[in-house]
């Protein structure tokens, strides 16, 4: 039962978690008085500038600053609860019950009123076919059994806004526990959404603060939060990725908090278990995708990156995307991949790790010295990074490939064969410059859908519920169709028995989900 | 006489490598304990050496465990350990090579075959005999944890061996299997009376060879310039008796492949290497003139005119 979740009982324990952090934050710090200076010196600069409501807040770490240097070590120590303490209660969220149950009957809605609160109408229109085009897949029935017996942090790669909606939909459709996460404080702002994300047991991160000391304490929350048993989400790559690509390399912060939560548990009569469920969100046409692949190319580009024009508005988009997403079935699929323990291995229904070779293995032999669990921030960190490593694999294996995806790989290999030898950016200069006759491109969706399939026999890649066994001609309208009328510039545009390559970057950015499965052009990597 | 307190340290393989990390790591008073599948002890094992052909007493024995066994049969070998030992183990292999035809690190393959993670190689320009006889030498150890360079520094640091530490796996195994081919060519050239200064060209050219490809392979560069790169390199120059440089001595006497690897007393790697490598290089766009020779000698296509003015081309 989901219900049995231990975030059904998050605000009876909020005071008490709250304390923990900050007594496990102030054990921790080696010296206080860099840690406070650290903070105060960063939250000093950052609040200079702004007058107003943060004004108080400036001037209690100019009178730190001032006053660290002179007291005493303990006095030092207090003062590193006091800020850890002041942190820990702004990141604590609230979960309540009520709300829980009224939105995951709304949530669909609360999804495009997240992005659109002025349209109400629409959203409630839409939730209902949502529901049914959203596919979900994986090993969901051992997921479900390893949350009765463990922490299980969710690792999805990272695409949209919608993300976190989106797969907390997913989560409830499918008889899973709601899974707490930190999100950006930005979110918070707008009352209504604030509501229901406070509700819901989202943590607020403030991406403004950048020091030691307030990442301590939100790592410790977090793994404070694993302890517990509290179910998590993630996004290990960070923020969105702005390639389109599936995530190659990954922010290790967080992740790292699953092992750390698993060694401090093992001191306790009844360690807890941690399983990691790494999962891609698949989208057949991305919200901010315009945007979001302008910032990558503006990125690596630099001066070679000519800006050709601005994004349209936003609410008229977040209408016209629920309008495609609801039209397609299929057109956002979620796939779970295998759980693992914090050490990579292999988790079996019963909570057993096994490793390679589907020998038993006792996880806690990772950690335990004579017998005794210890923690070791190196070796500890070195654990993380092959766990993010091991989720980048599970990423590339369970990446969905839809139709968009595939139309656009056909689409960009013939721009690369029309300007053999053209580096990227100048190769994005050419838009609406080709034209590809109808049954060229068929052929080349055909070709790029049997590679695609070849890989899928060898458990590299996922061929998508409207791609598999389709024939390249439906695959080709349906990517025609999802594109018509939703990105500002023409994808693909149907001209005189074919089609022109419209927006380039696009076509890049729809494509990229190919890159890392090695199908379609990958832009980090030399060309081959 | 040494630092670090006695810690058990188990070693698996009855070979010239396994006797010599045994005489290494008993000659500083730790509990030693080599797995044979030999029937006979080794001849120059000290004493205090206990040997046993029984791999769990090995595992119970210690937590750091040495694996000195040859690259064709370490997959098996490790296949049989991970049925004894658990996450709790460290296992550091000294095995110069790269396995099969994807060119995986022996380390990747110890992480395959067993449930341990922490893992490492060892690697640098100590010879077998070195450590047997007890002559001050320099070794190289690489591995992601420190916990596991630490315990192996604990094992073999000494007053007559130097232990340099690196985190970069990679580049300790790469760097250390494409030395193996240098040496075969280094080896060969010596044979066929290349005057050192060419020699010492070569060497450079060919280093940086090995230094683009491990860097392809995922390695970081400057460890091709430490003492598991250019370090084994420098020593090789006047290790007459290293067994690869024997084996290109060999070669360019006009022995095949199969004759100059039944004279050599330990296995030399590089042989079913140097292809794969090549291989390798071709796929990622490395240019590989070098080790292309050096397969060309050992597919035995080149007379030693063709390699002498091979090595003065510029292209």
Redesign the interface.
């Known amino acids: 039962m989901a219900e049995a979740a231990p975030i059904f009982h998050f605000n009876d324990e909020r005071s008490f978690i709250v304390e923990e952090v900050v007594a496990r934050v102030s054990q921790a710090a080696r010296d206080p008085l860099l840690l406070l200076n650290d903070a105060a010196w960063c939250e000093i600069r950052r609040l200079e500038a702004r007058p107003g409501k943060e004004r108080a807040e400036y001037e209690r770490f100019r009178e730190l600053a001032r006053s660290i240097g002179r007291i005493s070590e303990s006095e030092r120590r207090r003062r590193v609860e006091e800020v850890a303490r002041h942190y820990a209660k702004d990141i604590a969220g609230n979960f309540d019950p009520r709300v829980y149950a009224l939105s995951t009957k709304v949530l669909p809605t609360a999804l495009s009123l997240l992005l659109s609160p002025k349209d109400l109408s629409l959203g409630l229109r839409a939730s209902g076919k949502l529901r049914e085009h959203l596919v979900t897949q994986g090993p969901i029935e051992r997921i479900r059994a390893l949350s009765r017996r463990g922490t299980v942090i969710f690792a999805p790669t990272h695409l949209s806004n919608l993300d976190s909606v989106v797969f907390g939909f997913a989560l409830d459709r499918e008889g899973l526990p709601p899974a707490t996460y930190g999100a950006g404080k930005n979110l918070f702002t707008n009352p209504f959404l604030s509501y229901f994300m406070q509700n819901l047991g989202a943590y607020r991160v403030d991406r403004r603060i950048r020091h030691d000391l307030y990442k301590e304490v939100l790592k410790t929350y977090s793994s404070v939060l694993i302890e517990r048993g509290y179910h998590s989400l993630f996004f290990p790559g960070g923020t969105r990725s702005r390639s389109g690509m599936v995530e190659e390399k990954l922010k290790l912060g967080l992740l790292g908090t699953g092992v750390e939560a698993f060694v401090h548990s093992l001191r306790r009569a009844h360690p807890q278990r941690v399983f990691v469920v790494p999962a891609t969100i698949n989208y057949m046409l991305t919200l901010e995708a315009s945007t979001l692949i302008a910032d990558y190319l503006a990125e690596v580009g630099r001066n070679r990156y000519i800006i050709e024009d601005d994004e349209s508005t936003r609410v008229e988009r977040v209408v016209t995307l629920v309008r495609k997403l609801v039209m397609t079935t299929g057109s956002v699929v979620i796939r779970f991949g295998e759980p693992m323990d914090p050490f990579t291995n292999r988790v079996l229904d019963d909570g057993r790790s096994v490793d390679l070779r589907g020998r038993t293995v006792d996880p806690a032999t990772y950690v335990t010295r004579d017998g005794q669990p210890v923690i070791d921030e190196a070796r500890d960190a070195q654990y993380t990074r092959e766990l993010g490593e091991a989720i980048c694999r599970s990423y590339a294996r369970e990446t969905v490939l839809l139709a968009s995806h595939l139309v656009a790989g056909a689409a960009f290999g013939k721009l690369r064969d029309a300007f053999p030898g053209e580096d990227l950016f100048k190769l994005l200069r050419h838009r609406d410059e080709v034209f590809v006759p109808g049954d060229e491109m068929e052929r080349r969706v055909a070709d790029l859908i049997d590679r695609a399939r070849a890989l899928e026999d060898r458990g590299l890649v996922v061929l998508g519920p409207g791609v598999r066994g389709a024939p390249a001609s439906a695959v080709l309208e349906a990517a025609t169709r999802a594109w018509s009328g939703y990105h500002t510039h023409a994808v693909l545009r149907p001209a005189q028995g074919g089609f022109v390559l419209g927006d380039t970057n696009l076509l890049l950015y729809y494509q990229n989900r190919l890159a890392v499965t090695g199908l379609g052009f990958h832009p980090g990597r030399r060309r081959g | 006489m040494n630092d670090h307190p006695p810690t058990p340290v188990g070693i698996l393989g009855g070979g010239p490598w396994g006797l010599a990390l045994a005489c290494a790591v008993a000659r500083n008073g730790h509990p030693t304990l080599l797995h044979s599948r030999r029937a006979e002890r080794p001849d120059r094992l000290p004493a205090q050496v206990a040997v046993t052909a029984d791999l769990a007493a090995l595992a119970r024995h210690a937590r750091l465990l040495l694996v000195a066994v040859p690259s064709d049969v370490v997959r098996e070998v490790a ?1 049989s350990l ?2 004894v030992v ?3 183990h460290f296992l550091v292999h000294g095995i110069r090579g790269l396995s099969g035809e994807g060119l995986t690190p022996i380390s990747e393959v110890l ?5 341990c ?2 893992v490492g190689a060892l690697g640098g320009p100590a010879l077998a005999d070195d450590l047997i006889v007890g002559r001050a030498s320099v070794l190289a150890v690489a591995s ?4 596991v360079t630490d315990a192996v520094r604990g094992a073999l640091q000494g007053p007559l061996m130097r232990v340099s530490v690196s985190h970069d796996l990679v580049g300790l195994e790469w760097s250390s299997a494409l030395n193996g081919a240098l040496f075969v060519a280094l080896g060969y050239a010596r044979a066929i009376g290349v005057p050192p200064a060419l020699l010492g060209g070569f060497l450079t050219r060919g280093l940086h060879e090995a230094a683009r490809i491990a860097v392809a392979a995922g390695a970081e560069e400057k460890s091709l310039f430490g003492v598991a790169g250019v370090g084994d390199l420098l020593a090789a120059m006047s290790q007459d008796d290293r067994p690869e440089c024997q084996l290109g001595a060999a070669l360019a006497g006009g022995a095949t492949l199969a004759e100059a690897q039944a004279r050599s007393t330990l296995r030399v790697e590089a042989a079913t290497l140097v292809p794969r490598v090549v291989a390798f290089a071709k796929e990622h ?1 490395v240019e590989a003139t070098i080790f292309a020779t050096i397969e060309a000698v050992f597919s035995g296509r080149v007379t030693r005119e063709a390699v002498l003015s091979g090595l003065m081309q510029r292209r």
Do not use: K, L, Q, V
Request: glycine share 12%; net charge positive; charged share 60%.
């Open positions: 296949r991970g049925d658990d996450g709790a992480r395959e075959e067993t449930p993670r922490r992601r944890y420190p916990e766009r």
